[in-house]
């Protein structure tokens, strides 16, 4: 059971460059959000989407884009890349908003 | 926004030890979460409570869902040292963006 994967587990990037992080699942569920995990702060939620073609900003959505063709896919995109966002990034997905979530198991980003 | 305080920060204990830990807030929640992360892993779900006043089960650790929906208990008996690792909370309110608020976490150690 793949359940929820995200790639790249690891990736260094430059200020300013651009990247997109990829999620994907294989469970049929409609609700999948990004969240960023920093040291203390516990998991805090980029963006979000309700179903293919629907998304949404969460609490932390500044220099992230999101797209949603797909049930299955919702890749994430930093559009110039900033040391502020060197993180561990999570992609998560559930049947409906308010179901539990399935988190994959993070892509860690650092910006140099 | 909303926020989740989570207590204790961290904790180490002896093997055998229960452990209890707690997250409050100043909002109303329709469910409560209960997550655990290894080191390298995503968050794994442990116990879901969906009604106020929920005493809910999974083996050693029991959770539960406060009358006032403001906070959450969970409980682990026996400690072993798998037990190791981030034990996240997590709320979520029905609403026409629902979203998942996690709290901060409680990193459990096993004093060797």
């Known amino acids: 059971n793949a359940g929820v994967t995200q790639t790249p587990k690891f990736q260094v990037l430059k200020t300013g460059q651009s990247m997109t992080l990829q999620c994907a699942q294989d469970?049929?569920?409609?609700?999948m959000s990004w969240y960023r995990q920093d040291p203390g702060m516990g998991l805090r939620l980029i963006h979000y989407s309700v179903g293919a073609g629907i998304t949404d900003q969460g609490e932390v959505p500044n220099g992230y884009n999101v797209s949603r063709s797909t049930t299955e896919d919702f890749p994430l995109r930093l559009l110039s890349a900033a040391p502020s966002q060197t993180s561990v990034y999570f992609c998560?997905?559930?049947?409906?908003?308010?179901?539990?979530?399935?988190f994959g198991d993070g892509t860690r980003l650092s910006i140099l | 926004g909303q926020q989740l305080n989570q207590s204790p920060q961290s904790m180490f204990i002896q093997e055998g030890e229960d452990v209890s830990m707690n997250c409050t807030s100043s909002s109303i929640f329709n469910t409560w979460l209960w997550y655990k992360q290894d080191p390298g892993e995503g968050p794994v779900l442990l116990i879901a409570l969906y009604k106020a006043g929920e005493l809910t089960s999974n083996g050693r650790l029991t959770a539960q869902f406060g009358i006032t929906r403001k906070d959450s208990f969970l409980n682990i008996s026996a400690s072993i040292p798998s037990d190791v690792g981030i034990y996240f909370c997590?709320?979520?309110?029905?609403?026409?963006?629902?979203?998942?608020?996690f709290g901060s976490g409680t990193r459990l150690s096993i004093r060797p």
């Open positions: 998560a997905s559930s049947p409906a908003p308010d179901q539990p979530q399935h």
């Open positions: 997590a709320g979520l309110r029905y609403s026409s963006a629902s979203k998942i608020i």
């Open positions: 469970m049929n569920h409609e609700y």
